[in-house]
C-alpha cells in the first residue's frame, strides 16, 4: 500500500468499514429480542429497509419463534399501533392464542393468500410500498436474484422491515439481501440453532443457539399444532384477509387493490 494512501485511510479512520470487522448500523435497526443474535448483527438489530432473508429445511417453520420478539416491539411503537403486519405467502394460518400469550394481537396480521409465484412478489412488492404497513413477511421459495433485488430495492425506498423466508437450498444461489441466517430445531432441547451466512462484516464461523421456549408456552404451541391447517388458496381479486378491527386494514387492502 502507497504511503499516500495510508495517510487517506488513515484521515478517514471510522467512515471507513473494513471487511475484517462487524460493520455498525447503516440505519435504523429492531432489537431481534435475542441477545445472543442482537451482538452478532451490525446495529444490534434487524435492518429497517433492508432484505433479511431466512432459510430452513422443509417441515421447519421456526420464523416466528425468531422473528416475533421484533415484530412485537416494532408494533408497539406509538407511531406503528395501527400499522398491520403483512403475511404473504404464508404456509400455515398463524396461531392466535400462541402469539397473544408472546404479546402479539393477531388482529394486527394482515395475510395474503396468493399461489403463484408471480403473485406473491407482487403483493410483496405492493405491501412494501403501502405507507400503512409496517413490516412484510414473505415465503418466496422459487424467487430469483433479480426478483428479490426489487424487493430490497421497495424495503430501501420505503424503509420497510422485510423478512423472507426462502428453503434452505438457496444457500448456495446469489442474493441481494443484506443478512442470510440459517435456522435449525433442536428438537433434544426445543432451542433453536442459527447460522449467519451472510452479514455486513467478517464471517461468523460458529452458530448461535437461542434459547428454548418457556415450558407453559410449549404446551400452548403444541396444542394448536391441531388447529393450524394450510391457507386455503383463493382466486386473486380476495386473497386479502384481516380483521375488522384493524384499523390499518382499509388502507392497506385500498392500496394493494389499487395497484392491481
Do not use: Y
Not at 420497510?160 to 444461489?173: C, G, H, I, N, S
Not at 440459517?182 to 433453536?192: N, R
Not at 378491527?245 to 389499487?258: E, W
Amino acid at each position: 500500500m502507497s504511503e499516500s494512501l495510508s495517510v487517506s485511510l488513515a484521515h478517514l479512520s471510522d467512515a471507513v468499514w473494513r471487511a475484517d470487522s462487524l460493520a455498525g448500523a447503516a440505519g435504523v435497526t429492531v432489537a431481534s429480542g435475542h441477545a445472543v443474535l442482537d451482538a452478532q448483527l451490525p446495529g444490534n438489530g434487524w435492518p429497517v429497509g433492508s432484505m433479511c432473508e431466512i432459510l430452513q429445511a422443509h417441515g421447519e417453520h421456526n420464523e416466528w419463534r425468531l422473528l416475533l420478539p421484533a415484530l412485537k416491539r416494532a408494533a408497539g411503537a406509538a407511531m406503528a399501533q395501527s400499522s398491520p403486519l403483512m403475511l404473504v405467502g404464508a404456509p400455515h394460518v398463524p396461531f392466535g392464542p400462541g402469539l397473544a400469550a408472546q404479546g402479539l394481537d393477531a388482529r394486527r396480521l394482515v395475510q395474503v393468500l396468493a399461489s403463484s409465484p408471480g403473485e406473491r412478489l407482487w403483493a410483496a412488492e405492493q405491501s412494501l410500498r403501502c405507507a400503512a404497513v409496517q413490516a412484510v413477511l414473505a415465503w418466496l421459495p422459487q424467487a430469483q436474484a433479480d426478483q428479490l433485488r426489487r424487493l430490497q430495492m421497495a424495503a430501501h425506498t420505503n424503509s420497510k422491515l422485510l423478512f423472507v423466508m426462502r428453503p434452505v437450498q438457496a444457500r448456495t444461489e446469489s442474493s441481494p439481501a443484506v443478512l442470510r441466517l440459517l435456522i435449525a430445531s433442536q428438537p433434544e432441547s426445543d432451542a433453536l440453532s442459527l447460522h449467519i451466512l451472510k452479514r455486513r462484516g467478517r464471517p461468523l464461523e460458529q452458530p448461535l443457539t437461542l434459547s428454548a421456549h418457556a415450558v407453559r408456552l410449549s404446551a400452548l404451541l403444541a396444542s394448536g399444532r391441531n388447529l393450524t391447517g394450510d391457507a386455503a388458496v383463493g382466486p386473486v381479486a380476495a386473497r386479502v384477509w384481516a380483521s375488522d378491527s384493524l384499523q390499518g386494514t382499509p388502507d392497506v387492502v385500498g392500496c394493494i387493490a389499487s395497484a392491481a
